[in-house]
């Protein structure tokens, strides 16, 4: 009885130092939405914008493990329980590495994006409840260090636990995953005014079906193409080449494939490059896409033509605008 009075105390002490490193017991963060692929590097490329996002309100409890008491947004398609949401699953591996499986935390998921949408909505939360335990810990080492944990999250989402929408939304930016094995994440360079228009076609495109279909095996003269367009578009970030950026932005590996789970897709893309985008694609597994434009009319203008067109065929749409978000996850409160 003694020592478990003891072990609760220390408990306590232990919880107390961690609110005392935040300054609260709990805390509220947004993490970004992201854009992934950038059409020609799949799988290694993306980069996170300003909005949509998610938010995660985590709090300490006093008793050890964690629960999910509340998620809005989801339209019930989410679950709560611990074991099986990306969110927990991914800070429990976080709290097993560090040790700390004696904190007890509750969290609550407010969605403010679009599920099954391709703009990396299971990363979003992902990464905002990394981030909220890691701020609330007092945990300063380097937020890319997380990057293994969230990566835990996407291989439950779809199966695969790919980066190129976590490491955005993690590091912000513009992210190039090298490689994958050993984990060699760089943040690149951008034009500051480059903007990018998003439409989310309404209909429901799963990531793990869309990789389903992809061919898993190409030709030399395909892969050269799409080598040469990765290391263009990546040169076009250094040089700050909006033109090399734009015709560089080209896939013929994934989009050809892809292309048919979003509706109109070849007629969109002719109406966003009419209306003056630098480039045009899907984004991350779809059915999102995106454009990049020189400024935010132009960007506003493509999302106007685009959601027209997607009304006429009777499919309704969100659209964002924003530049590249270099933050990445930030405390809200
Ligand atoms: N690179 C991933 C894919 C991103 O295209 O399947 C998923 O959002």
Known sequence: MEQEIQQGTSFIQNQTSAFRKHGSDSIQVFAPATVANVVCGFDVLGFAVNEPGDEVIMRLTDKPGITISKI?????????????NTVSVSV?????????TDIGLDIELHKKMPIGSGLGSSSASTVAGLFAVKTLLGDETDVAKLLPFAMKGEEMACGNGHADNVAPALMGGFVLIRSYDPLDVIRLPHPKDLYCAVVFPEVDV??????????????????????????G???????????????????VLVEPVRSILIPDF??????????????????GSGPSVFAFARNEEIARQITQKLQ?????LKIGSQAYVSTINDTGPRVIG
């Not at 809005?72 to 099986?84: E, M, V």
């Open 92 to 100: 429990q591996h976080y709290l097993e590495s560090i040790g700390r």
């Open 72 to 84: 809005t947004g989801d339209d019930g398609r989410l679950p709560l329980h611990p074991a099986k």
């Open 233 to 251: 578009l990546v040169s076009g970030l250094f040089m700050q080449d909006i033109d090399l950026i734009g015709r560089s932005m080209q896939d």
């Open 266 to 283: 070849y007629k969109l893309r002719e109406l966003a490059m009419e209306a003056g985008a630098v480039s045009f694609g899907i984004s």
């Open 308 to 312: 027209q067109h997607l009304t006429g």
């Open 206 to 231: 799963p990531t793990r079906e869309a990789r389903q279909i992809i061919r898993k095996q190409i030709n030399m003269k395909d892969a050269v193409t799409q080598w040469g367009n990765i290391a």
